[in-house]
């Protein structure tokens, strides 16, 4: 009898499909638990929102002192931007449980952020790019309509859902965890959209009720740099849609509501040369 060597026909030690193949599905599976514990997270944090007193908000808004510190005195900047908001307030144009103040932050960026507690940070870099009060007005009552729908507390808790499930994955600096928050950015990226296109709408009923119609409502999307357009390179904060999208949905939205054009407020002499020399 000659012995011919040869392999069992069955290994349990060795698999029968490719590792590559096993590896990939481990994958998926992980980061399809991590992207559905996201989303119930994120609608628990959601839900949680809404029973979050103003009281209680106002006292989450020390967190954000030490990035922007309050003023003591306010600028001649920040005073002309909070004329604009207690107009809105005055005319009954908004009504929030509490007082929102307007801060000018020395930053090159073309933003404004709402913060908990009743705080508007404006950029000074977006300053410098507005070219009229009804402009201006537009943009702070964006704001305005973010603390209305209380996105900036939605906004706030969805991060903090994400930084507790970074830490579950081992470390946020890890390659499942940067894939992780690509997932996640591209589904709060969607989110966010639906967030700025009611801010948006918001804004342009804030404009159309102090001045008595919604002139310069869309201008600060027409000549925003066009290097910040996500029609240019393809997201503006991952989260803001499309300017010409903006526009075209702001017009179709002033026609509906029956708004006017008007003439524009012009800006204070010295917003753009004077005022900034002295900050």
């Known amino acids: 009898m000659n012995y011919t060597p040869r392999l069992p026909g069955r290994n349990h030690n060795v698999t029968p499909v490719s590792p590559l193949r096993e590896l990939l599905i481990l994958l998926g599976g992980l980061l399809a638990v991590i992207a559905i514990m996201y989303l119930l997270l994120g609608l628990g944090a959601d839900l949680l929102v809404s029973h979050i007193s103003p009281a209680t908000e ?43 103040t307007v801060q000018v932050a020395n930053s090159k960026a073309i933003n404004a952020v709402a913060l908990p507690g009743g705080r508007i940070i404006v950029f000074s870099g977006l300053l410098k790019i507005v070219r009229s009060e009804n402009e201006m007005a537009f943009i702070l009552g964006h704001e305005l309509g973010h603390f209305m729908h209380r996105d900036h507390l939605r906004g706030l808790g969805r991060g903090l859902v994400f930084a507790f499930i970074s830490t579950l994955t081992g470390s946020s600096d890890g390659s499942i ?103």
Not at 69 to 91: D, G, S
């Open 177 to 279: 965890a940067r894939l992780a928050a690509r997932m996640a950015q591209v589904t709060e990226s969607g989110f966010s959209r639906g967030q700025e296109e009611q801010a948006d709408a918001f804004g342009l009923q804030m404009v159309n009720c102090v001045y008595g119609h919604a002139g310069g409502s869309t201008d600060f999307f027409t000549h925003m740099p066009k290097n910040l357009d996500p029609g240019h390179i393809g997201h503006y904060f991952a989260s803001h849609p499309e300017n010409k999208k903006r526009i075209q949905a702001l017009l179709a939205l002033q026609q509906k509501m029956g708004y006017q054009s008007g003439p524009l407020t012009p800006l204070p002499v010295w917003h753009k040369d004077s005022e900034q020399k002295k900050n």
């Open 58 to 100: 106002q006292k989450m808004a020390s967190v954000f002192s030490s990035r922007f510190p309050p003023h003591n005195k306010p600028t001649a900047r920040e005073k002309w931007l909070q004329t604009i908001v207690n107009t809105m307030e005055k005319n009954g144009c908004v009504d929030l449980p509490y007082p929102v």
